[in-house]
């Protein structure tokens, strides 16, 4: 049974910089794509950044140039460095497979919440 575990979120005040992780159990990690999303209140959730199985990123148009995204498979762990965030950033902040590999069951995210 595969888990996800994300963390690193919290409160930052626009402009500042979070660094979340996303420990992922399991032996098949480094085969999958790797993906970050995230879902504000009251929206659905939407893909945030995506990692190939090789080290290849790419962004949502929202994020680009200012989130990086990582992965280290030896230690099955995807991070999201997320720099000069905005109040619009503000979202509990989920990991899970990307593309259009199967998604295993969801973790509990991690809330990032950016104020004014």
């Known amino acids: 049974q595969v888990q996800l575990v994300e963390s690193g979120g919290g409160l930052v005040q626009a402009g500042g910089s979070l660094r979340l992780s996303c420990v992922v159990s399991?032996?098949?990690?480094?085969?999958?794509?790797m993906a970050w999303y995230r879902q504000a209140p009251g929206k659905q959730r939407e893909w945030v950044a995506v990692?190939?199985?090789?080290?290849?990123?790419n962004y949502a148009d929202s994020v680009k140039g200012r989130f990086t995204i990582s992965r280290d498979n030896a230690e099955k762990t995807v991070y999201l460095q997320m720099n000069s965030l905005k109040p619009e950033d503000t979202a509990v902040y989920y990991c899970?497979?990307?593309?259009?590999?199967?998604?295993?069951?969801w973790g509990e995210g991690t809330q990032v919440t950016v104020s004014s």
């Open positions: 899970n497979t990307g593309g259009n590999f199967p998604r295993y069951d």
């Open positions: 399991g032996n098949i990690f480094s085969i999958y794509p």
């Open positions: 990692i190939t199985s090789g080290g290849n990123p």
